[in-house]
C-alpha cells in the first residue's frame, strides 16, 4: 500500500507510506482517490493529519513515470482530488518533516495548516526540468504569499527551508522535528470539527498561533 | 536602444528595460505614457524572457502631469480617451506571460504607483516614497490603482492610501505587501537584474510563460476554469519533455 491510513480517537492519519521518500507514483494516485471518496463518508472524522512514513514527507512525483504517462484526463482528476480535500469541512492538517517538494508541497498547499520542521526542505522544482508545478501549487502559493512570491519561486525552482517557508506563509509554525507529531495532534483535538477554508486567517490566529505561542 | 519622448528601451541579456526618461521627475506627460502599437513592438522584440521598468535618475515616476493633464484634456470625452489609453497600456503590462519587476527609486506617486501595480514584482530603494495623491486635487486614481492596490494590500490600508492620500516609505510598503523587496539605495536595478536572471536565464520561454498564464488565469477565470487551463499547460510541457528526452536518447 502507498498510503498507509489509519483512524485513532476520531483522527485520521493519512501516512505517505513509500519510504524512504514516499513518491507520489500514479498508484498513489490511484489509493489517494479511493481513500477521499471513502473520507467523504466516514462518520465521526474529525480531522486528518498528512504526514509521511520516515524521515521525509515526500519528493513528490515520479517524474520518469510521469513523462511516460502523459494523460490529461488523470492530471485533471489529481488536481480535483487535491481541491476535494481542500472542500472537507473537517481540518485537514499536513505535518511536515524533511524534504517536501513538488507535487507533495502542493498535496501540503491543499491542506488548511502546515506544521514544519526546523530541518524540513520545501520547493516547487518543476522549472528545472522544464515543467510546472501542475497541481494547483502556483495558484496556492500565489495565494498565501502573494503573486511576486509565486513567480519568483516557481520560476527559480529553488529549495528552500522551513524558516524561509514560515516567512513567506507558506507553512503556519516550525518547530522541532520530534515536535511536528504532537503538535498536529494537539492541532487536530482542539480545532473546530467543521471548518471552511475560507475562514483560515481566523483558525491560524485563534487556534494554532496562541497553541505555538 | 529605442527612445520616444518621455521613454527609452533596451535589451540586456533577454531581459527588457524600459526607462522612464523625463528627469527628474519623470512626470507621466499623458497617462498612455508609451503608445500601445510602440510598446508591442518592444517587447515583441526577439525573445524577452522578462521585463524591468524604472525612473531615469533618482526618482520612478512622479506620476501624471496634471496641470498639462488638465489643459489638453478638454471636454469629458477626451480625458477618457487619453485615460484609456493609459488604462489598455498598464493592462497590457499586467497580462504580458513574462515576469514584469518595477525598481522604485524615490518618489512613486499617482500615475507612477499605478504601473507598479500593473507590474509582478516591485523592487523599492530604502529612500522610495509611495502614494496616490489625487484625493488632495479633489481626483482618485484612474488607471485601474482603486481596484489593482486592495488586491495586493487588501481593503483597509488601500482605502487609507486613496482616500487619505498617505505617503508610504518603503518600510511601511513592505509590512503591507505592497513591496516585495526593499535594497539599498543605489543598488535596486543590480538587484531587479540579478532577481530577474535567476528566475529566467535557464528557463525556456515556454515554461515562463505557461507559469505566468497559469498565474493570470487564476486572475481572470473561474477556479475549475483555472484548473483544467493549468493541467492542460503542465501537460503540454510534459509531452514537449517526454518528446526531447527520446530524441536526445536517441
Redesign the interface.
Known sequence: MMIHWMIEGGIGHLKLNQPPSNTMTMDFFREMRDLVNKIKYAPGLKAIIIHGHGRHFSSGADINE???N???QA??EN??LF?QMEQFKIPVISAIRGVCIGSAFELALFSHFRICSEDAVLGLPE?N??????I?G??RV?RLA???????I???GNTFPAEDALKMGLVDVVVPKGEVLPLALIFARELPENIDIEYRAFYLHKYIKPLNA | MSQIDFATFEILNEVGIITLDLPPGNYLPIPGFIPLKIFKQWIGSDHLKGLIIRGRGKNFSAGGNLEQLFKESGPPDTMQCLMNEGIELLNCIQNLEI?VISVISGVCFGGGLEIALAS???VASENALLAFPEVSHNLMPGMGGTVRLPG?IGWSYAVNMILGGDIINAKAGKEM?LI?YIVPKDQPFTFALN?MQ???RD??LK??K???K??KN?RTLS?EA???E??????K??????E??KTEEA
Open positions: 510521469l513523462l511516460d502523459v494523460d490529461e492530471m485533471l488536481h480535483r481541491a522549472s526540468f522544464n515543467l510546472m508545478p501542475g494547483g502556483i495558484q500565489a502573494g503573486s511576486a512570491k509565486a513567480i519568483e516557481t520560476l527559480r | 515576469p509582478h514584482i516591485r495586493v505587501g516585495d532577481l535567476k528566475m529566467t528557463r525556456p515554461v515562463i505557461s507559469i505566468m497559469s498565474l487564476a477556479p483555472a484548473m483544467a493549468e493541467t492542460k499547460l503542465f501537460c510541457l510534459a509531452a514537449d519533455e517526454a526531447r528526452r
